[in-house]
């Protein structure tokens, strides 16, 4: 077979190393040789690759080398974002210091641009986001923010005020060519029973004689559930 007696010796061994050349075919006859460049690896010049035959089996010996030149030109490749497991946030809680809001690290590797752009403030067309239950997470007010702090990606991420449930995020990185990369991931708030509020309509301060009745009437609210009774008690004094 052409694999068992054609041997090569690459001149630019990082960039196409000799284990990299293949040959199909069989001989005597037609040999086809296959070349595949090493990973996010590119030459600015040519260089040399000589070929030859070598036939231990007869007395036949060594072929006349043969050389050419290789060129292998750069190709852009998509940013990649390492997988994020599932998040897990209560609601109207925080793990970052301030309310409905998280940070997560986010790691972005990208052969042409490194460091990945990270920063929604002056680079926002880099790094986007889109969530499944807007109402969750918004899609249109910024509710997902990318930020470099200490040299680390972060996503903070703003959740709606008493939403609760589980939402899919997609983020995508975009390089300066267009290309892009994304992963999907699972956010779950989980609902958290909310107070009741007493809501008056006025805040001034009640007077009456003494000795005599009299009723302040204020209004109940509960953001989990309208069933409250009544919704507008009245309180009697004396």
Known sequence: SCAAIMKVDSKNKTILPDANITFTGTAPGNCQMKLKGANNQNSASAFEVDVWA?????????STKKTFSVVVTPVNDAPVISAIAKQTIAEDSSLSGAANKFKIPVTITDPEQNPFPCDSANDPASLTYISSKPNIISNDDGSVSFATNGGVCEATFTIQPNAFGTTSMILVAKDNEGAEGLINFALEVTRVADAPTIVRSTTSTETTQEDTS?????????????????????????
Request: charged share 20%.
């Open 214 to 238: 009299f009723e302040v009437e204020f209004t109940l609210a509960d953001v989990d559930t309208t069933n409250l009774s009544p919704a507008n008690p009245i309180v009697t004094g004396k």
């Open 54 to 62: 070598e036939d231990t089996a007869t007395t036949a010996g060594v």
